[in-house]
């Protein structure tokens, strides 16, 4: 399955971030229906969009993003069609370990998001080309 890695203006990523919102519907094995809109946490690094399962790889719907590799988001009343892209490496991480903790501070499910479990399974969503 080809993907474009085309980026969200950075007019988008603010209405998305600001409007804390994001559902997430990776494609099911079908490849053709979206999944159930998941509503996920979402960090601006960089001017790229992440995400993290909070119940790390095993979660469902991170299972059917990182295998499709495509879906939907909605968010900040838009409905977006978008790639999935798992991410690893260190120095990408503390950035996005570091976005959580300023946007989330408040939270008490913070610590958890920064964690080991949800780190490996943290997603890049760009735009698809449809």
Do not use: C
């Not at 260190?90 to 958890?112: C, E, G, L, M, W």
């Amino acid at each position: 399955m080809s993907t474009s890695n085309k980026k969200f203006t950075s007019n988008e990523l603010n209405h998305i971030d600001k409007a804390n919102d994001l559902k997430i519907s990776p494609f099911r094995e079908d490849g053709v229906t979206y999944g159930t809109p998941t509503w996920i946490w979402e960090v601006v690094v960089e001017g790229d969009l992440y995400v993290r399962a909070y119940n790390g790889a095993s979660s469902r719907w991170y299972q059917s993003a990182i295998k499709q590799r495509a879906g939907r988001i909605h968010a900040a009343g838009m409905i977006k069609e978008v790639a999935f892209e798992p991410i690893e490496g260190n120095d990408i991480n503390a950035q996005i370990d570091k976005a959580y903790k300023k946007k989330y501070s408040n939270s008490p499910y913070t610590a958890h998001m920064i964690g080991s479990r949800a780190k490996s399974a943290t997603v890049k969503i760009t735009l698809k080309d449809v």
